[in-house]
């Protein structure tokens, strides 16, 4: 299975970075607009439209349209983990409907004194077999200015607070 990952300092607190990113807000501020992001929506573990932390057992259904082009993709994925201990947190989400063979995201924090690390990791496969295997060493393309401009406004956003 491919991975990617992106790591960027904040100068912000570990809880601003970790509240960011718990909520659903966090995640279109996040999404680059090139993506034409859609929440479609956001049920909580206990069948709760509209939770206000992606714990585990919520579900995300969402849709994108990069650039514009072609039909909307369907995303629909589901928090596994969630945890947060003294000096970092994480959350997973897993995609169980879309695009993707598989897609498994972790989303960690890590305190570094009075700034924290953002990591983002993705392990993915990509559908089709042999042919979505050629086409993995081609993802980083798509990946790479996604995440920065997440980690990029991520950045911004907390560090303004300060």
């Known amino acids: ?15 601003n970075v970790w509240r960011f990113h718990s909520s659903i807000s966090g995640l279109k501020v996040l999404t680059p607009d090139w993506m034409n992001l859609r929440v479609e929506s956001v ?9 206000d932390v992606l714990d585990v057992g919520a579900e995300v259904s969402l849709s994108i349209r990069p650039f514009g082009v072609g ?14 201990a003294d000096g ?4 997973r989400d897993e995609m169980v409907d879309g695009p993707f063979e598989t897609w498994v995201h972790t989303h960690s924090v890590y305190a570094d004194g009075e700034e924290t ?11 089709f077999g042999l042919v979505g295997d050629a086409v993995t060493p081609f993802s980083r393309i798509g990946f790479e200015p996604m995440f920065r ?3 990029r406004r ?8 300060r």
Do not use: C, N
Request: hydrophobic content about 30%; charged content about 35%.
């Open 71 to 84: 039909p909307r993709q369907r995303w629909r994925s589901v928090i596994t983990a969630r945890e947060r």
């Open 43 to 51: 049920i909580g573990p206990d069948g709760d439209p509209d939770p």
């Open 88 to 91: 970092s947190a994480f959350f």
């Open 1 to 15: 299975m491919a991975t990617y990952q992106q790591e960027t300092r904040i100068r912000a607190p570990l809880e």
């Open 149 to 151: 401009t997440r980690h």
């Open 154 to 161: 991520t950045k911004e956003r907390l560090e303004s607070l």
């Open 117 to 127: 690390i953002l990591r983002d990791h993705v392990e993915y496969a990509f559908p």
